[in-house]
């Protein structure tokens, strides 16, 4: 199958059937549970299919997860963030110390196991097999993304160019150049910058040896902006946006219901798209997949006028991004492993804030308290999309990790591909959640 194909005319084609404009009591095909990028991208390419949707969530479109990220569409990752088997690297991280991660030595004992997992699956061999098992997913982003992007009506909120890469050091300019020259069987295109030719590109950026330029990425202003014009597609298209708590989900005759008393809704099947609140919803249903959270935060800051970034601009070594966004310049942290909805821990952002207004002369910051969300992650770095194991009528579509901006669109139609029966554009085998056993029962 061609993964690279362009996208299915259903993104921005007959909207399909049309759902009643008024919740209350209202049935449908198809309920959606979680409205961020991967929920709304289901629901759009369902009801593309000429299925009745109802899409549900607690608050707004792209309220969550998928509202606090770097904005990137990430078509140059074709390699999956793993963990180092360096064991230099690894006592760095194990101190605790790195900007890039940092870990809550209370959350870190009940991780060990999720994180050995993820170790084992990080090492050569093991880390080839997932880059090709999620590359057709990488290749085909850009693609659904254009599709609904058009459909939508929101091209001013994506932008093209890629995002940069920098190094303080000329060591690290030329490690980075050696292993982008290795990724020359993908086809990527990338301009290697000495400081001359960064600074003709971003003249606000100073003390640094240069960085690389990566082409084949588009990038957002506002990806929770852009994830509310999705849904507002989707509810001009007839859909059913209700706000509702996922967890008054419940098993009818029929289907299922959501939704409170006269106001709950049925549908014949449903699909569980909670990004980092999905393994909850879950474990109640009696499936158990291993579920942990990179949280990440960010901070918005004012710029001098003219003085601006024209790039997303990242320091891999310390794991931040500096985004240019509608709000300000948006700085992004690394990971933070730690129990979901635990207590903020600021160091990371404040240290990510010191070492970026070296490199970048920010402003003052402009949100009354720092963002902060879950990336829910599996630890073969590989999300769930698929039919549950032993429910017909029960779908998965959740635990992207760092790509559920990038993935989102192409997931929506990969899994409305497999729900409808139609030939699916890539083999979804290596993102069922059969791999976990099922998905076990308590």
Known sequence: MDSSSKPANHASGDPGRKTSSNPAGTSCDVIVLGAGIIGVSVALHLQARGRAVILVDRGEPGAET???????????????YAMPH????LVRYASNRTMALRYSPLYLPRMLPWLARYWWHSGKFRLARVAAEMLPLIEASIHEHE?????AGAQSLMRSGGWIEIYPRAVDLARARKAAIGLAAYGLRYDVLDSAALR?????????AGAIQWRDPVTSSDPGGLTRAYAALF??????????????????????????????CTGAEVVVALGPWSGDLCQRLGYRFPLAFKRGYHMHYAVDEGRGLTHPVCDPEAGYVLSPMRQGIRLTTGVELAERDAPA??????????????????GRALDPEPWRGSRPCLPDMKPVIGKAARHPGRWFAF??????????PVTGRL?????????PFTDPTPYAAERFGGGRDR
Do not use: Y
């Open 200 to 208: 003709a590109r971003e003249p606000h950026l100073s003390n640094l």
């Open 345 to 362: 821990m600021s160091r990371q952002l404040v240290e990510a804030e010191a070492a970026a207004r070296l490199l970048f002369p920010l």
């Open 415 to 423: 899994l409305a591909e497999v729900m409808t029966g139609e030939t």
């Open 147 to 151: 599709a609904l992007v058009g459909a």
């Open 399 to 408: 635990g992207h990790a760092h790509h559920c901006f990038t993935l989102g």
């Open 235 to 264: 509810v001009a298209r007839g859909g059913v946006l209700l706000k509702a708590d996922a967890t008054t989900l419940d098993r009818t005759a029929a289907g299922w219901s959501v939704g409170e008393g006269s106001a709950a």
């Open 66 to 80: 998928s509202h606090g990220n770097a904005g990137l569409v990430e078509r140059s990752s074709v390699i999956p």
């Open 86 to 89: 360096d064991l230099a690297q």
